[in-house]
Structures are given as structure tokens and as C-alpha cells.
């Protein structure tokens, strides 16, 4: 089975803090992505990257920033967190083929409250 | 880029009943639909999708169709169990490597 991972199920934090939200994957897969699902806004694209050491923005990308150093491991960090950080934030993977439709897996989520 | 809308927010059916929820895309070039199923306490998992040289497929008792002259495809969950309450989503993209943009997503609710 296909398992994605994240550090913690719930954190929280205090405005100004850095944060860091960690994602392992252990299907080798070359693309990983961070989501933050929100209520009535779906979920929503911060960063993903398709290898080591690459980052692609996504849709909103301010405020946060990415590491991935090695395949199986997609890190997002916040700066500075800010109580409109407050989110659940969902990692995926995916493998990479570009002849392909890729199903997307799903980590169980880090609800993050900033204080 | 490309948008995503999909209604209804929320929905409650009778158990047996069937269910249908409808997205609409905004970007022609959208050739790849997948529903995502999101279980209480879990990340959402994929559980049909659709691409757009075929105007339906089923699995079971799920469905989806696609209209891509209208840009909308729409789920379909017949003879619902208390085991399909859940939020789904809907998602398009442009197939291969590209990314998913997903609705705003829909809660189900199935009433014993």
C-alpha cells in the first residue's frame, strides 16, 4: 500500500513562529505536493515539486516556503506563522509520468492552529 | 488558470436513495476529471475519474459523466449506504504532469 506520511495530526503554534510541517512518502514516487483545505474554499495548491531539490508555486504560495532535499521527503515551511495560517494542510504523491493521468495519495492532514 | 466549481456544499440523502454532484470547468484544454473521496480524520482518496474521450464511466455503484461542450461533469451515487458519508471533490487537469485543481468540495450525508 501506498503510504504518505506527515510529522504530526495536530500542532499549534504562536504568531511569529517558524513551522515546520513534514511529509514522507515510501513509494518512490517523483512528485509531491502541500494543500491547504479550508472550509468552502476546497482544497487549495501552496507548493509542489516533481524531484529533489525542484519547487513549483502553486496557487497560493505566499507565506510559505518548500524543501525537499531527498524523494521521499516534501517539507513546508512558514516563516513566520500568522493566525490566518490556521488550516488543515494535506501532503500528497504522486508517480511521474507525463503520458499518464497520476492518481494523487493523500497524507492524513496537520491541522496547524496559530495563535 | 483554470476553475473549478462544484455544487451543491452540502447534501443529505435517504439511505437507497442516489446522490449527484456537478462540477463545472473553466479551461477548455482540461482533459482529465478525478473524484476524491474524504473520509472523517483522512486524506481525501481517489475513487473514479473520467477522461475526455469517454462520456462515462462507472464502477459499482458510482458513475461519472462528462459533458465537455458544457464543460461540467457530475458524480453519481446510486443505492447510497451510510458508508459513502463523506466529503467529495472534484478536480480537472490537463492530464500527464500537470497539476489537479480541485472544487470547493462537497459533504454528503447519508440518513439510516
Known amino acids: 500500500d501506498v503510504k504518505v506520511t506527515q510529522s504530526s495530526r495536530y500542532l499549534v503554534k504562536r504568531t511569529g513562529e517558524k513551522v515546520f510541517l513534514e511529509c514522507v512518502q515510501d513509494?518512490?514516487?517523483?512528485?509531491m505536493f502541500w494543500y491547504r483545505q479550508d472550509p468552502g474554499l476546497g482544497l487549495r495548491l501552496i507548493y509542489f515539486?516533481?524531484?529533489?531539490?525542484?519547487?513549483e508555486k502553486g496557487d497560493i504560495p505566499e507565506g510559505y516556503s518548500v524543501s525537499r532535499e531527498k524523494k521521499e521527503r516534501f517539507s513546508l515551511i512558514l516563516e513566520s506563522a500568522s493566525t490566518n495560517q490556521t488550516s488543515m494542510y494535506l501532503c500528497?504523491?504522486?508517480?511521474?509520468?507525463?503520458?499518464?493521468?497520476?492518481?494523487?495519495?493523500f497524507g492524513p492532514g496537520t491541522r496547524l492552529t496559530v495563535l | 488558470g483554470e476553475n473549478v466549481e462544484q455544487h451543491p456544499s452540502t447534501l443529505s440523502v435517504q439511505e437507497g436513495d442516489s446522490a449527484v454532484i456537478k462540477c463545472t470547468y473553466s479551461?477548455?484544454?482540461?482533459?482529465?476529471f478525478p473524484w476524491y473521496k474524504q473520509e472523517l480524520g483522512k486524506g481525501p482518496q481517489l475513487i473514479i475519474d473520467?477522461?475526455?474521450?469517454?462520456g462515462e464511466k462507472k464502477d459499482q455503484r458510482i458513475a461519472v459523466t462528462l459533458n465537455k461542450t458544457a464543460k461540467h461533469f457530475s458524480l453519481h451515487i446510486t443505492e447510497t449506504q451510510p458508508e459513502d458519508s463523506a466529503v467529495y471533490f472534484c478536480?480537472?487537469?490537463?492530464?500527464?504532469?500537470?497539476?489537479?485543481?480541485f472544487g470547493t468540495g462537497t459533504r454528503l450525508t447519508i440518513i439510516p
Open positions: 473520467i477522461r475526455s474521450n469517454v
Open positions: 478536480a480537472a487537469s490537463m492530464g500527464g504532469n500537470e497539476k489537479l485543481t
Open positions: 479551461d477548455s484544454a482540461s482533459n482529465y
Open positions: 500528497a504523491s504522486s508517480s511521474w509520468d507525463s503520458s499518464s493521468y497520476n492518481e494523487q495519495f
Open positions: 515539486s516533481y524531484d529533489v531539490k525542484m519547487k
Open positions: 513509494m518512490d514516487h517523483e512528485n
